[in-house]
């Protein structure tokens, strides 16, 4: 039986992945090679993106780019751009789009769509959310439990609901 065979597939490739890593995946991502499906959707040498994030649209990553798990790449309403070097950790969620005036219309204003991107050397926290038309410059840290409505500038750290910039980012990399 099918079932059976894919059951004792995913056994073996979790004791696989709890052997070498420590670790037991969800059943796509012990099929799907990470690194294997950012080639296929066009993403940057040595990216990969877990098999278990949603990616929409029209969504560019460039080289050396980590994407966790749970992620959410939306590209729906317009370019998502990602830049090389980064991190975007579990849970992320990236959009491009929002329908909030189109709810509160009843429907009759239009969805309103914009381009939103994130620079180099950027590290954004488990669970941060960025709203459309966002822009994120170089070596930019965004906290955990972030919710990004305002774009930022480069080489600074920002957190909160909503994020605030609280420093520079560069004291991270050693440089004063």
């Known amino acids: 039986m099918l079932l059976d065979k894919l059951q004792g597939f995913f056994f ?15 059943f796509g991502d012990t099929i799907v090679d990470r690194w294997d499906k950012a080639k296929f959707l066009g993403f940057g040498e040595n990216t990969s993106i877990y098999d278990n994030s949603l990616v929409l649209g029209n969504v560019y990553v460039a080289n050396n780019t980590w994407i966790g798990p749970n992620t959410l790449l939306d590209g729906s309403g317009g370019r998502l751009e990602i830049g090389a070097h ?3 950790s579990a849970g992320v969620q990236i959009y491009t789009h929002d329908t909030v005036k189109r709810s509160l219309s009843g429907g009759k204003a239009a969805i309103e769509y914009a381009n ?8 954004v926290g488990p669970n941060v959310v960025i709203v459309k038309g966002v822009t994120i410059g170089d070596n930019v840290v965004i906290g955990a439990n972030s919710l990004v409505t305002k774009s930022i500038s480069s080489n600074l750290v920002a957190y909160g609901t909503p994020a605030k910039v609280i420093g520079k980012s560069l004291k991270y990399q050693g440089i004063k």
Do not use: E
């Open 86 to 88: 980064c991190s975007i």
């Open 116 to 123: 939103t991107k994130i620079g180099n050397n950027c590290y």
């Open 12 to 26: 073996t490739r979790a004791k696989f992945y709890l052997t070498k890593y420590n670790r037991v995946l969800p």
